[in-house]
């Protein structure tokens, strides 16, 4: 028979979307949700709540946004005041106090979306892309102090292909954590520390990250276009304008790096190519390659970057 627990659930974004739902369908107690206060989002720049928040409130769950708690004694209060069992964290975006850590009767525990030790940070899906890492996975770990250095409960692997995204695998890992999450509370299993060796860090990305330099082999730049789109995303320099790169593929080929070598967009790299085949000019959307050079030919011989 399951445990029925007293829980707060703590996340932002979609990845942490499918566990929430998961745990009030398994029937825990959701005494509160707690996610990143609502912000300016899009074109018009309208104030939106984050995807749990939302998904809280179609819940009709009570839902919690304050900007801090290292240094908010009254949030910290009222987290207490809840009386919980455990909370679960997911991609919330706030570092928890000790006091937090310490309230719910069992602890906080973590969905970490890598297979720590390896891939502790803010980018564990991105970094594991962009190393050519063979798997990935979702550790469920029992928070401390530390940045992801808690004791594991569960940890689970998935193959990594190399055709595989960062939303294939944001995806894959989303759901996995849901499923892991329920199954963890249900068993609470021992948690056993994590391995001294082995330990590697996924910083947190920004634009420049997504920036192509085509010195580099085609095989490392393909990874960074499947790691970083659709955020921070990849781009490169075209005609004086900055063109966004959403997917492209392997190819046979060799040349001056940043340079094409037909008139279909098969660009050379510091070795071999990459023929791109999904871009975005500026102020435009996202189109295949066919389409976009009916529209903006590039020559063989062009320059980019």
């Not at 790096?257 to 279909?264: I, K, S």
Request: aromatic share 4%; with cysteine; net charge neutral.
């Amino acid at each position: 028979m399951s445990r029925k627990l007293r829980l707060a659930f703590m996340g932002s974004p979609d990845f942490a979307v499918p566990a929430l739902r998961a745990l009030a369908a398994a029937g825990h107690d959701i005494a509160a949700v707690y996610s990143q206060p609502p912000r300016p989002a899009g074109r018009g720049q309208a104030v939106r709540p984050c995807p749990v928040h939302a998904a809280a409130q179609a819940m009709g769950l009570e839902v919690r946004t304050p900007a801090r708690l290292r240094r908010d004694a009254e949030a910290q209060a009222a987290f207490a005041a809840l009386n919980l069992d455990v909370a679960v964290v997911a991609a919330y975006g706030l570092i928890l106090p000790q006091a937090m850590l310490d309230a719910p009767r069992l602890g906080c525990l973590n969905i970490h979306a890598s297979l720590l030790p390896r891939w502790r940070g803010a980018a564990p899906i991105q970094a594991a892309l962009l190393a050519g890492d063979a798997e990935s996975g979702i550790t469920i770990m029992q928070m401390e102090a530390g940045l992801d250095t808690g004791p594991m409960l569960l940890r689970e692997a998935t193959p990594l292909g190399p055709a595989t995204t960062a939303p294939d695998l944001h995806d894959a890992l989303a759901a996995m954590g849901a499923r892991m999450i329920v199954q963890a509370l249900d068993a609470l299993p021992a948690p056993v520390p994590q391995p001294e060796d082995g330990v590697t860090y996924a910083a947190k990305l920004g634009r420049e990250d997504g920036r192509i330099d085509w010195s580099r082999d085609a095989a490392s730049l393909d990874r960074q276009i499947r790691a970083l789109n659709p955020w921070p995303g990849t781009f490169t320099a075209l005609d004086g304008e900055v063109f966004k790169i959403h997917a492209a593929t392997l190819v046979p080929g060799q040349g001056t790096p940043g340079e094409t070598l037909d008139d279909a967009l098969c660009i050379a790299t510091g070795d071999g190519a990459l023929r791109l085949t999904r871009v975005q000019a500026p102020g435009r959307a996202a189109m295949d390659a066919a389409a976009f050079l009916r529209g903006h030919p590039v020559p063989r011989g062009t320059r980019l970057g």
